[in-house]
């Protein structure tokens, strides 16, 4: 979920052409409209994101009743913060000295201060209309999303912008930040050819395996199902164990246990979300030879366990529980279970550890399939050499 406002720093400030009394304040990645000398750089703010939704009651925001007011049966009666032209220049938002606001105590830069301002965010409900459903006043069929703004996470620019300081002087043609993005995208393929080179290359010290899958979430929940982004790639699927709708793939590791330490993973493969783990396992196990691996109930099939015998392959996986008219699970079965539970905790570290350190389940900014596999295993890759 977005922070609508946050405490922030005055990156920089730039002059407005023929305006005498405004000029730019940017703040990470946006630009805001100010009353000149309001600012200096370095200054800390209150910075409202477009679609803020303010109390229409406060005297401190007085002076854009003229220009943000609004009043529904939805929303109620507020202002509402969106993009505006001033000069040629657009106002991305709000940015108001920190010392007008004397109830905020914290002010660390990134501190939420949202709810402390009962600010909301501006929508309008989903309703049926004649030409099928209609949000608000938008034209039906363009998307919506309330995930954070690229613009608003400034550490996804810090690599172009640190290029852009340091390196210009030494070379005049650097490219602009969406080429740079079209250029780290077509190294998707050696980033994965350096994640497996870098894994394969590890010593084995178990034939013991553990095989599971986690999502990496493109959109979810309501926007699940109107996503088109990497739609070659990416479909619709569920994630039983975060019980939620998303949209966009599958991550399955095959990983070889170590004592007292995460797996290391041996094959990793993408798919797309509605692919059932069995599948995936299936090919991931094809070639394999005189190991033992645990898995969840997903990875059941008699047919294909007897199909991995044939390799020297053991696949643990533990008992479904039966339904009332059966007979529940013996003390043999349950214990079965319990063990099968414990060597399986030890990919869930491995997964957690993947996400903690890469963030890498959160793919709503990708915007291409390209760019999804490159987000994918450049941060694997990275992994696979400075952790696994």
């Known amino acids: 979920m977005r922070n609508l406002v946050t405490i922030q720093e005055i990156a920089a400030i730039k002059p407005i052409e023929g305006a005498d009394a405004i000029e730019l304040v940017l703040i990470k990645g946006w630009q805001c409209v100010s009353k000149k000398n309001e600012f200096k750089q370095g200054d800390l703010c209150v910075y409202f994101e477009v679609d803020s939704f303010l109390p229409a009651g406060d005297a401190r925001y007085e002076f854009l009743h003229r220009t943000s007011y609004r009043k529904n049966e939805f929303m109620g009666e507020g202002l509402r913060i969106k993009i505006m032209p001033m000069r040629e220049e657009i106002s991305q938002g709000l940015a108001l000295p920190i010392t007008t606001f004397p109830e905020i105590s914290n002010t660390v830069v990134g501190v939420d201060v949202t709810e402390i301002l009962s600010v909301r965010k501006w929508e309008m409900p989903e309703v049926m209309g004649t030409s099928g459903i209609e949000i608000g006043s938008k034209p039906f069929g363009i998307p919506t999303t ?12 810090d690599i172009y912008n640190f290029a852009e300081q340091h390196l210009r002087r030494y070379c ?51 926007r ?32 070889e246990e170590r004592p007292h330490t995460v797996p290391v993973p041996r094959k990793i493969l993408v798919t797309r979300a509605s692919e059932h783990d069995l599948n995936a396992g299936k ?54 279970n319990a063990m099968v539970s414990t060597h399986r905790q030890q990919i869930e570290s491995l997964f957690s550890q993947i996400s903690r350190l890469t963030d890498i389940q959160n793919a709503s900014f990708v915007r291409s399939e390209q760019g999804l596999l490159s987000f994918i295993w450049a941060k694997l890759a990275c992994l696979a050499f400075l952790y696994w």
């Open 146 to 157: 309330d995930e954070t703004r690229v613009q608003s996470m400034p550490e996804f620019t």
């Open 283 to 336: 090919l991931m196990l094809e070639n394999a030879e005189d190991i033992e691996v645990f898995g969840d109930k997903a990875y059941i099939d008699g047919e294909w366990g007897y199909d991995l015998q044939l390799q020297w392959v053991q696949l643990h996986t533990p008992f479904k529980e039966r339904s009332k008219k059966q007979l529940p699970l013996d003390d043999g079965e349950r214990a079965w």
């Open 172 to 222: 005049e043609h650097l490219p602009t930040y969406k080429q740079f993005c079209v250029r780290v995208n077509k190294l998707a393929p050696v980033f994965a050819e350096l994640c497996n080179a870098e894994l394969n290359a590890k010593v084995t010290t178990s034939k013991t395996h553990l095989l599971d899958s986690a999502p990496i979430v493109v959109a979810k929940r309501s």
């Open 224 to 255: 699940s199902g109107i996503a088109r982004t990497a739609s070659e790639l990416c479909d619709k699927g569920y994630c039983a164990s975060q019980k939620i709708w998303y949209y966009g793939v599958k991550l399955h590791i095959l990983a």
